[in-house]
């Protein structure tokens, strides 16, 4: 099973609208993180927003918040006002806190595909 | 310079030929990491560096052979390599033990093309 799905392939949203890029996760631990990060076409990957599993609030850093849903595993992103630099690809990715295995393993999505309109 | 660089942002080598990526951190972070992002599969973790230290080799081919010299500078030295590890090669580092679980922050890339 996969630990990380994000079902949209592609998204298109007009410029200054908010739009939403679903993550769910699989997990058995108690404890772990949950990251969003953008490439655009130039490659390198950009870290936007974090939340925590213990963490009560929903991240949120200027335009990008984290709609976190613990019950629903899920972990959405959320842009508002969208601005055309922010049309790239977007990855979620988790980091699970187990003993005896790996523990510096991000691991990632297959990534969204956002496209900005003006 | 600040955050992660990496050179050189594109290579292109034969299958016989021997070359090095380089990765520098300026975030004063203890753990760096490689990455290799093929078309349409997710990133694949390669290994994992703490504290200059090897701590994780994911199953990757022995011609791909990374190197830490010390806490800001990490390598991957590539040799008789196929086709099909033409990819972008990401190279991150991050703080473990700080908080924001262990946030990985990423270069630039170096995308390479095997003929």
């Known amino acids: 099973a996969q630990k990380i799905t994000q079902t949209q392939p592609g998204m298109f949203v007009q410029e200054k609208e908010a739009v939403t890029l679903d993550c769910t996760y699989d997990t058995s631990d108690q404890s772990y993180g949950l990251f969003w990060y953008k490439q655009p076409s130039s490659g390198e990957m950009i870290f936007l927003i974090y939340q925590g599993s213990y963490d009560e609030q929903n991240a949120t850093e200027g335009r990008y918040s984290l709609n976190f849903q613990k019950a629903r595993k899920s972990a959405n992103l959320v842009i508002s006002a969208s601005q055309l630099g922010d049309s790239a690809m977007y990855f979620c990715?988790?980091?699970?806190?187990?003993?005896?295995?790996?523990?510096?393993?991000?691991?990632f999505g297959k990534g969204t595909l956002l496209t900005v309109n003006p | 310079e600040t955050g992660v660089t990496q050179t050189p942002r594109h290579l292109v080598m034969g299958m016989t030929n021997k070359k090095s990526l380089k990765c520098e951190q300026h975030l004063g972070h203890n753990a760096m990491y490689w990455y290799k992002q093929s078309a349409k599969k997710p990133l694949e973790l390669m290994f994992v560096y703490s504290l200059e230290e090897r701590v994780e080799n994911n199953s990757v081919p022995s011609r791909f052979s990374p190197e830490c010299p010390n806490s800001s500078h990490l390598f991957l030295h590539l040799h008789t390599l196929q086709p099909e590890d033409s990819a972008l090669y990401l190279c991150?580092?991050?703080?473990?033990?700080?908080?924001?679980?262990?946030?990985?922050?990423f270069g630039p890339g170096t995308r390479l093309t095997v003929l």
């Open positions: 990715a988790m980091r699970e806190a187990r003993s005896g295995g790996s523990n510096y393993k991000l691991t």
């Open positions: 991150a580092s991050s703080l473990l033990g700080g908080t924001s679980w262990d946030t990985q922050y």
